[in-house]
């Protein structure tokens, strides 16, 4: 890939690069519109917690009921993380982020 380097005159106007932004569909943005975004964002994170408590627990080698026992919280849980319908917070998620990490020593720190 080629570098091109270029000056720019902050003193010019006219010299100074243009916004990758469309601005008459910026303002043009409703309340109700970013809400929607924002829906949606929030279903695609739920999505994605979803998929990284699935992926640390098959990773463990646990099914769900044996990963639901070995972290001590009720098999309804681990399922409602893994299907998206809760997405874990708290020291749930920082025991999901450890067990992915440094699986030996949190399973260790929970017997």
Do not use: Y
């Not at 106007?13 to 916004?19: D, T």
């Not at 990758?20 to 809400?35: G, M, P, Q, S």
């Not at 009720?74 to 450890?98: F, H, Y």
Request: with cysteine; charged share 35%.
């Amino acid at each position: 890939m080629k570098t091109v380097r270029k000056k720019i005159d902050v003193q010019n106007p006219k010299a100074r690069p243009v916004g990758r932004i469309d601005a008459r569909r910026v303002d043009a943005t409703t309340e109700a519109d970013i809400a929607r975004h924002k829906a949606a964002d929030d279903a695609e994170a739920m999505l994605d917690a979803a998929k990284f408590a699935r992926r640390v627990r098959r990773r463990l080698g646990f099914s769900q009921a044996e990963f639901a026992e070995r972290i001590d919280v009720s098999l309804d849980t681990i399922r409602n993380w893994e299907q998206g319908k809760r997405c874990p917070t708290g020291a749930a998620k920082a025991l999901l982020k450890v067990l992915d990490k440094a699986p030996e020593a949190a399973l260790a720190a929970l017997n």
